[in-house]
């Protein structure tokens, strides 16, 4: 399990640790764009609490930058969709120092969402991770992971879902 450690004040670092080939790693993350790095690389663990990871949100807002180096992990029409933007238009907010608030919070709930998924129902195996998001499931009535990962709420009942898989309440 992981450790963060921060102070309330921006600036500050948060200190996550986490296991890779046997030994315990940290990473600093001095930022909200650090810490969807951290949890999309797949490393094991890296996990900050949300209220660690609420103060990184309140610190520093998502850049454009780190936005198109994240369409190369979750697929660009589902950041669209959570970040309420046309994909067509995705590329105006890549040019942005900064996106707002707003919208840096829905991509804190999307890179959570995706890491859980990713590390804890398929070890990082993108292959059947993307089969899995396409696939309709009937505990979501019908509906498909993907489909229900666009939207704040279609996350939250996204979770709960997840949440029952990894202990065991649905067969």
Same mark, same amino acid.
């Given at each position: 399990?992981?450790?963060? /450690? %921060?102070?309330?004040?921006?600036?500050? $670092?948060?200190?996550?640790?986490? +296991? +890779?080939?046997?030994?315990?790693?940290? $990473?600093?993350?001095?930022? %909200?764009?650090?810490?969807?790095?951290?949890?999309?690389?797949?490393?094991?663990?890296?996990?900050?609490?949300?209220?660690?990871?609420? /103060?990184?949100?309140?610190?520093?807002?998502?850049?454009?930058?780190?936005?198109?180096?994240?369409?190369? $992990?979750?697929?660009?029409?589902?950041?669209? +969709?959570?970040? +309420?933007?046309?994909?067509?238009?995705?590329?105006?907010?890549?040019?942005?120092?900064?996106?707002?608030?707003?919208?840096?919070?829905?991509?804190?709930?999307?890179?959570?969402?995706?890491?859980?998924?990713?590390?804890?129902?398929?070890?990082?195996?993108?292959?059947? !991770?993307?089969?899995?998001?396409?696939?309709?499931?009937?505990?979501?009535?019908?509906?498909?992971?993907?489909?229900? !990962?666009?939207? !704040?709420?279609?996350?939250? $009942?996204?979770?709960?879902?997840?949440?029952?898989?990894?202990?065991?309440?649905?067969?």
């Amino acid at each position: 399990m992981a450790t963060t /450690q %921060i102070a309330s004040q921006p600036g500050k $670092v948060v200190k996550v640790e986490y +296991e +890779e080939d046997g030994k315990t790693r940290i $990473v600093h993350l001095s930022n %909200i764009d650090d810490l969807f790095k951290a949890r999309l690389s797949g490393r094991r663990g890296s996990r900050a609490s949300l209220l660690k990871t609420r /103060q990184l949100v309140i610190s520093s807002k998502a850049t454009g930058k780190t936005l198109r180096w994240m369409t190369n $992990v979750i697929p660009r029409d589902l950041i669209a +969709e959570a970040l +309420e933007v046309n994909p067509t238009n995705l590329s105006k907010l890549y040019r942005r120092k900064e996106l707002s608030r707003t919208q840096t919070e829905g991509l804190e709930d999307l890179t959570h969402l995706w890491r859980d998924v990713a590390q804890d129902l398929f070890n990082g195996n993108a292959e059947l !991770m993307t089969r899995w998001l396409d696939t309709p499931v009937p505990a979501l009535e019908g509906d498909t992971p993907k489909a229900l !990962m666009g939207t !704040m709420t279609g996350r939250k $009942v996204l979770e709960g879902y997840i949440d029952k898989l990894k202990y065991g309440d649905y067969s």
